[in-house]
């Protein structure tokens, strides 16, 4: 009864917000994009892929599930090549990140239904999935059930639960202890999220603290004479200071723009790299850069210059490897949480972040013990970036000790595909 109620409130949901997706589609190309398969009308041939083998289905919402995700995908096709996979995302950015990230290993890439009963179950019709592995944070109760139903393994790869959902699920418990129950295997990041994941309905003997996917990330493989054209493309000498803020939010560009600009009097050849965090920005982006009177180009013209607009999707972690220092957006400014601290540090980069990092606290602590991490807040932006950009050695320590805290971090991948080989072996 509980879930007839909940599918009906759904239905009314989509019923009552049709008309703003419509105005929206109208205006926005983004909204446009995969909506059949939003409501689980995939062609046949789009599927044709997964035929001749056990179908894993992989669901990640966006870019930094898609990435997180990404090297489980390698790792599980390189064992077993037999295995087809099914990808889905809900964005559009994620869609093109899975895309690129998995050419050669996703077998069949779609947008995500939605989670109403009908949509749902067409899609495992289709698709006819072994296992479903979600992605860190997605509660969807009616494809668990029907999953649950079929006997498919649900399970959640790099599992996180925020403070603030786990509060909502402990309210409604009576419905999401039931909707975790039925989850097959729970990959906690930390022993935090394992423990919540009991307390919200996991059975005990499901869960296990498996560590963070994103220690894992690997850059996308090229060539070094691809790495030298892309520096090249970007203008950077082999004398310049460049600072790459990535990931940026309304009200970060201001702040960053600011900062540089009092920095310029005191390096020469300084440079910048703003990469905001969501396509649909990028004129906004470039219209505060106007306003600063600076020289600047878009990396889509080709053209080099002192401020460069990163206006392409799925370069960011590459160009991080140019910078002198990274500062890692969605963190300076509240409402956001932050974003991946590691794929600077990766490189052995020293990473700044802003106070806001609800999503990402842990990985801030982790660097910050380490000595790679730095939180900053508007008004000392300018003075502990120059502070780095003065120091070549404090930077290089900086750097280096964020990169050993990469390095001593990593496996999570390989721990994850051996739960999921673990349940393909008894599906067969």
Not at 265 to 290: C, D, M, Q, V, Y
């Amino acid at each position: 009864m509980i879930y007839l109620l909940y599918d009906i409130l759904l239905h009314a949901s989509v019923i009552i917000l049709l008309p703003y997706f419509v105005f929206k589609m109208v205006i926005a190309r983004k909204y446009r994009e995969g909506v059949p398969e939003r409501f689980g009308f995939i062609k046949k041939v789009k599927l044709k892929r997964l035929l001749g083998g056990q179908a894993v289905w992989f669901h990640a919402v966006s870019v930094g599930e898609t990435k997180a995700i990404m090297p489980v995908v390698k790792l599980l096709k390189e064992k077993r090549p037999d295995i087809k996979i099914l990808f889905s995302t809900v964005t559009r950015t994620g869609n093109r990140t899975a895309a690129n990230d998995g050419a050669g290993l996703i077998d069949a890439l779609i947008y995500f239904p939605l989670d109403l009963s009908w949509a749902i179950r067409r899609v495992v019709s289709l698709a006819k999935p072994k296992a479903l592995i979600v992605v860190e944070k997605e509660v969807w109760p009616n494809l668990y059930k029907i999953l649950n139903e079929k006997n498919v393994p649900v399970i959640v790869a790099n599992g996180t639960i925020s403070e603030r959902s786990f509060k909502r699920f402990l309210r409604f418990k009576f419905f999401f202890g039931g909707v975790f129950g039925k989850v097959s295997y729970f990959c906690g990041r930390t022993r935090e999220d394992s423990e919540r994941a009991f307390r919200a309905g996991v059975k005990k003997e499901r869960v296990r603290t498996i560590g963070n996917l994103k220690f894992d990330i690997k850059p996308p493989a090229l060539s070094a004479s691809a790495i030298e054209s892309l520096r090249s493309a970007l203008d950077i000498g082999p004398q310049d200071k460049v600072i790459v803020a990535g990931s940026t939010h309304p009200g970060e560009e201001e702040i960053i723009l600011k900062a540089y600009a009092q920095l310029l009097g005191s390096f020469k050849g300084l440079k910048l790299i703003l990469a905001p965090r969501h396509p649909e920005r990028f004129n906004e982006a470039e219209s505060l850069i106007k306003k600063t009177g600076l020289a600047y180009s878009r990396r889509s013209s080709g053209r080099g210059g002192d401020i460069m607009l990163l206006d392409t999707v799925g370069e960011l972690m590459t160009i991080y490897s140019f910078a002198s220092v990274a500062f890692v957006g969605g963190s300076i400014v509240p409402g956001i949480g932050g974003h991946n601290l590691l794929e600077p540090a990766y490189f052995g980069k020293p990473v700044l972040y802003g106070p806001y990092l609800s999503t990402y606290l842990n990985m801030a602590r982790m660097l910050e013990e380490g000595g790679g991490g730095i939180g900053v807040e508007e008004k000392n932006l300018s003075s502990k970036l120059s502070e780095l950009l003065t120091n070549d050695l404090l930077r290089k320590r900086t750097g280096d000790a964020a990169k050993k805290v990469v390095e001593e971090n990593r496996g999570a991948s390989k721990r994850t595909v051996e739960v999921i080989e673990g349940f393909l072996k008894r599906a067969k």
